[in-house]
């Protein structure tokens, strides 16, 4: 992602993503800067070794209210972590770090692995993921594919003032 100094890319309260290194080609989710940490919908999950690392495999509903469509993943994990969720509940939770691309940006996003199936949307993106490269416009929706930039507002130019 290329940035002018101080410019960051626009995004709206709700993208499309996709997960290349874990075969998820389409997936709504939402921006939500009222969350730390991002997260992703595991309907499945099998904890596992493989060569000496932590492995998990689960697997994701990725259409919003449908349970027809099932993608099988793998990831390594990279830690397991006690996750508060917006009604104040805590679970322990697996977090992998996956490449994210939205629109034509794409860079890696620490995940925490939850089941979503009651949530509206499959994936949070949550502040840490986007902190530093994009703004968020709540009134809007899917702004990524539009390339949106946001300067940095200019200084006003002082007029001179007259003088005797």
């Known amino acids: 992602m290329t940035k002018k100094s101080g410019s960051k890319y626009l995004l709206g309260w709700r993208e ?5 290194e874990l075969g998820v080609p389409r ?3 939402k921006v939500d800067t009222g969350a730390r940490t991002s997260s992703l919908h595991a309907f499945y999950l099998d904890d596992f070794e493989e060569n000496g690392r932590r492995r998990v495999r689960f697997g994701l509903h990725p259409v919003q209210g449908s349970t027809e469509e099932a993608i099988d993943c793998v990831a390594d994990v990279i830690d397991e972590r006690e996750v ?3 009604g104040g509940h805590r679970e322990m939770r697996l977090v992998i770090v996956t490449p994210v691309t939205i629109g ?3 860079w890696p996003v620490e995940l925490t692995l939850t089941n979503r199936d009651t949530m509206l949307f499959r994936m949070l993106l949550g502040r840490s993921a986007i902190n530093g490269r994009f703004l968020v416009n709540p009134e809007s929706s899917f702004l990524a594919s539009k390339q949106r930039l946001i300067a940095p507002p200019r200084a006003k130019k002082r007029k001179k003032l007259k003088t005797a």
């Open 16 to 20: 499309w993503v996709t997960l290349p």
């Open 27 to 29: 997936l709504k989710c």
């Open 84 to 86: 508060c969720d917006s």
């Open 104 to 106: 034509p940006w794409t």
